[in-house]
């Protein structure tokens, strides 16, 4: 089956502070896709970045980075610098090769202070 | 600019009444998805569609019917609600081969 987990429910920083959400995923399939998406206070998932398993190298756009470690099945993303626009909630997540299902983990609340 | 929209934005149902999701988007994606989202707790998957025609059950989807008629538009069906339908519902589409998922503003329904 699969499952994404994040562990980390809420986490607070104080602005330019580096942060890592870390995102651990479960599955049996060899080709998946993993995935992070944005949610803003406003409510709306916004798209940040996708992964197939096949590709480990690790991604930077801006103050964002990803690191896909295969070894420990995780996919964690780093935010460095981070700013108040950064707070918003997290969200990791996880598709079969066809793309029919997504698996969400829970999320990681961020918020950063002034 | 509108991509995916959602109706209502908010709706207060009575235990038993029903009620229907409206989601259309004007991207031409083949796939469509209803997630929904309890406070603490990820998305989870109702249903999905591949296709004008072709619809799947996701994760949770009893207590939810939906259709797919045309590209467009995928609504969700709500019958017999009840207090654990109370959730945000968020309707979402792709191009299927990108895996890039475009969501809706999402849909705060509660149930008394």
């Known amino acids: 089956a699969q499952k994404v987990t994040q562990a980390q429910t809420e986490i607070s920083v104080v602005e330019k502070e580096d942060v890592t959400l870390d995102c651990v995923y479960e599955?049996?399939?060899?080709?998946?896709?993993l995935f992070w998406y944005k949610q803003p206070p406003s409510g709306e998932l916004v798209f940040l970045i996708r992964?197939?398993?096949?590709?480990?190298q690790n991604e930077i756009s801006g103050r964002y980075s990803w690191n896909f470690q295969k070894s420990t099945s995780s996919f964690n993303f780093t935010i460095t610098a981070s700013q108040v626009v950064d707070s918003a909630v997290y969200f990791c997540?996880?598709?079969?090769?066809?793309?029919?299902?997504?698996?969400f983990g829970s999320g990681t609340k961020l918020n950063v202070k002034p | 600019n509108a991509g995916v929209t959602q109706t209502p934005k908010f709706r207060i149902l009575k235990i038993g009444q029903s009620m229907t999701l409206q989601c259309t988007q004007d991207?031409?994606?083949?796939?469509m998805y209803w997630y929904r989202q309890d406070p603490g707790m990820g998305l989870k998957l109702i249903y999905y569609?591949?296709?004008?025609?072709?619809?799947d059950k996701g994760e949770v989807p009893n207590g939810y019917n939906v259709s797919r008629s045309t590209t467009e538009d995928f609504p969700l069906r709500l019958e017999l609600a009840a207090p654990s339908q109370t959730s945000v519902y968020f309707c979402?589409?792709?191009?299927?081969?990108?895996?890039?998922?475009?969501f809706g503003e999402g849909s705060r329904l509660t149930v008394l």
């Open positions: 979402a589409s792709s191009y299927g081969y990108t895996g890039e998922l475009f």
């Open positions: 599955t049996r399939d060899t080709t998946y896709y």
């Open positions: 992964r197939n398993s096949f590709d480990e």
């Open positions: 997540a996880l598709s079969e090769k066809d793309f029919n299902k997504f698996y």
């Open positions: 991207m031409n994606h083949n796939y």
């Open positions: 569609s591949v296709g004008a025609g072709i619809t």
